[in-house]
């Protein structure tokens, strides 16, 4: 057990006798009124959000997780396989461990998996990606100075929203938390 103010985010704690990690954590002052701690948590078996307050004298279980690397081999129906980069293991992931960006997630990409003991709890893609462009509608030369987008399909089949000069054959970087262009990759 520890106080609420040993936490941090990205921490592992058990709440309500459930894994949870903590997505936002910010401690408040608010005029007059007694401190507290406002936490964001998301719970990995159920993926509900969860927004608490507490008050600096509390106690929260930390779960101590441990990660490695693994590759991502192939989607399975609802399971996503990948192979352990040291032991070449290979393990069975559901869809809503890795959350949205598995449909940016190329074969033979690497991710972080978080295990509790021998159960992988928690999956971590990479922050951006870089992928081809399919298929778009023709781009215009030197329309740039507007922020205007139209709608791209990469190579694993997913679609995001890109400036108006990307063309089909472009190599585009793709943040993986909110599936938003970046840039353009050379």
């Known amino acids: 057990m520890g106080k609420v103010s040993d936490i941090s985010r990205g921490s592992f704690v058990r709440y309500n006798n459930e894994l949870s990690v903590v997505l936002e954590y910010e401690h408040r002052t608010p005029g007059n009124l007694r401190a507290f701690y406002q936490v964001k948590m998301r719970n990995l078996k159920s993926g509900r959000l969860i927004e608490q307050r507490f008050r600096p004298d509390d106690e929260m279980e930390l779960v101590r997780v441990h990660f490695k690397e693994h590759q991502?081999?192939?989607?399975?129906?609802?399971?996503?396989?990948c192979m352990d980069n040291e032991t070449y293991d290979q393990i069975h992931l559901t869809r809503e461990t890795l959350g949205d960006g598995i449909d940016l997630l190329k074969e033979g990409a690497n991710i972080k998996v978080y295990f509790d003991g021998e159960d992988p709890v928690f999956a971590e893609l990479p922050v951006s990606v870089e992928m081809e462009v399919t298929y778009t509608e023709p781009g215009m030369k030197g329309d740039t100075a507007t922020r205007t987008l139209k709608t791209a399909t990469i190579e694993t089949g997913a679609q995001v929203k890109v400036p108006l000069f990307i063309n089909i054959g472009d190599r585009i970087k793709i943040d993986t938390r909110t599936g938003d262009y970046i840039e353009r990759c050379k």
């Open 72 to 81: 991502f081999l192939y989607l399975d129906g609802s399971s996503v396989v």
